[in-house]
């Protein structure tokens, strides 16, 4: 199965890339909603993170389907070799900001505190990726064209 790696700062897209790739009829999970995160105690904090053991079992159980996980988490790259291919959502500042202010399919960042927390964390996590040799895809776009761009870059590799 080709397991795909969908990903970005707080805002890029993420969930709403999911439910679009539902809606097209794909199997797609959302990380935040679906289950596949937990909560760990690393350096002293709980943390929620990406559940390795659901990932193996999830690139396993769906043999040679195309399957997507959108999300983002402190260790998901540790799940690396269970992913074909990682796909960044880039989002610029300023977009970031205006979509977390003016989303309605989550909660997280309407805090100031949380707000400054994903503009502050918004290039670690885009250099964190791009190191991961992550495939980078400009999320200000229209949604179908970031949609066909994962699409046509899956069936070409």
């Not at 679009?20 to 990380?31: P, S, V």
């Not at 989303?103 to 964390?121: C, I």
Request: aromatic share 8%; proline share 2%; net charge positive.
């Amino acid at each position: 199965m080709a397991l795909n790696y969908i990903t970005g700062p707080t805002g890029s897209g993420k969930s709403t890339i999911c439910s679009e790739l539902q809606r097209m009829g794909y199997t797609a999970y959302d990380t935040d909603n679906d289950g596949f995160r937990k909560i760990e105690k690393i350096k002293g904090r709980e943390l929620k993170v990406l559940d390795l053991e659901l990932i193996k079992q999830l690139k396993y159980r769906h043999n040679n389907e195309v399957a997507y996980v959108c999300g983002t988490s402190p260790n998901d790259l540790d799940a690396v070799d269970y992913f074909d291919n990682i796909f960044l959502l880039n989002i610029n500042k300023e977009e970031q900001k205006k979509r977390i202010k003016n989303r309605t399919n989550s909660k997280y960042g309407k805090e100031d505190y949380q707000l400054a927390n994903a503009l502050r964390w918004r290039q670690v996590q885009i250099k964190k990726y791009q190191k991961a040799a992550a495939v980078v895809i400009d999320s200000t776009q229209p949604i179908e064209t970031i949609i066909n761009s994962i699409i046509g870059y899956i069936s070409v590799n």
